[in-house]
């Protein structure tokens, strides 16, 4: 059985973006003064995660991950994803400002500017491809979301964790001890972690970019470890020395919108030829 079924709004976000916008308003820069993040959350955002953490279950995951990360939905270039992912539109606002690829194309030519090496920039065109999700049908809260772990107790240092009471393995004793069906220090890979865009993406990959765009592509939504240092005790010697990678790209994943649109036509050729040094012409997705 589909678990969206029967739920009311699966998507109660007016666009994804709103899941990025609201991250800037968690996460501000050095710069920005202190206030108050929980009086003034979106009702919309609020009603995003209380799905998110209520149908997100251990056995969901594990479904998902059968069902998308065995790459059997369709074959297309990195550059027909982006194109797929661009017919992903915000029905309420008809004016966007930047389509999906020009998203896609502020990131990399932020990490592109600050002169860092090709898989890096690479990896920020590449980072949210896996929301093409949302295209095969699956609902919001699947997709984006700060991920977390499942199968073991919840953090509270994820955001709104009280929405878990809803979550049916909250109720399973098994899965709420600090390791859960874990071993400490067993290493992300291991774990089961909420469903999304992230490790979709990472198993359309795997095959072709270096370790560190890996972690950069499977984690960049871990914030509860990232940016909170929660469920620390299951990471792995690699994990903690892939952190700083994670953290890095995270500057550019959260801080690279810019006023000026990029232009996609006159860049196109430099991003072929950077794709095409890295992947075949066609993948499995």
């Not at 109720?171 to 999304?196: H, M, R, W």
């Not at 560190?212 to 914030?223: A, G, Q």
Request: glycine fraction near 4%; aromatic fraction near 14%.
């Amino acid at each position: 059985m589909d678990v969206s079924e029967g739920i009311v709004d699966s998507a109660p976000l007016d666009s994804m973006d709103e899941w990025e916008d609201d991250l800037l308003e968690r996460y501000p820069t050095k710069d920005h003064v202190f206030r108050d993040y929980a009086s003034e959350v979106r009702p919309t955002v609020k009603e995003f995660y209380r799905l998110n953490h209520t149908y997100q279950t251990h056995e969901f995951v594990k479904a998902k991950k059968e069902q998308y990360c065995t790459l059997n939905t369709r074959k297309m270039s990195v550059w027909e994803a982006m194109e797929f992912l661009n017919t992903l539109v915000d029905d309420s606002d008809p004016d966007t400002d930047a389509t999906q690829i020009e998203h896609l194309m502020q990131t990399s030519e932020s990490i592109r500017a600050d002169g860092h090496p090709r898989w890096f920039i690479l990896t920020g065109l590449l980072h949210d491809l896996g929301k093409v999700l949302c295209l095969y049908g699956e609902p919001q809260w699947a997709v984006v979301g700060d991920t977390f772990a499942t199968g073991c107790r919840y953090s509270d240092k994820v955001v709104f964790s009280e929405f878990f009471e809803s979550n049916p393995d909250s109720k399973v004793p098994e899965f709420q001890t600090a390791n859960g069906i874990y071993e400490p220090g067993c290493g992300f890979d291991k774990v089961d972690l909420s469903f999304g865009h992230d490790e979709y993406l990472y198993h359309v990959v795997k095959d072709y970019m270096p370790p560190e765009s890996l972690y950069m592509i499977r984690y960049h939504s871990f914030y509860p470890w990232h940016r909170e240092g929660a469920y620390d005790h299951l990471a792995s010697a690699e994990d903690r020395q892939m952190l700083k990678w994670v953290k890095e790209f995270n500057k550019y994943d959260l801080y690279s919108k810019v006023d000026e649109r990029p232009n996609v036509e006159k860049l196109r050729p430099f991003y072929e030829d950077l794709i095409a040094e890295f992947f075949p012409a066609q993948i499995r997705w």
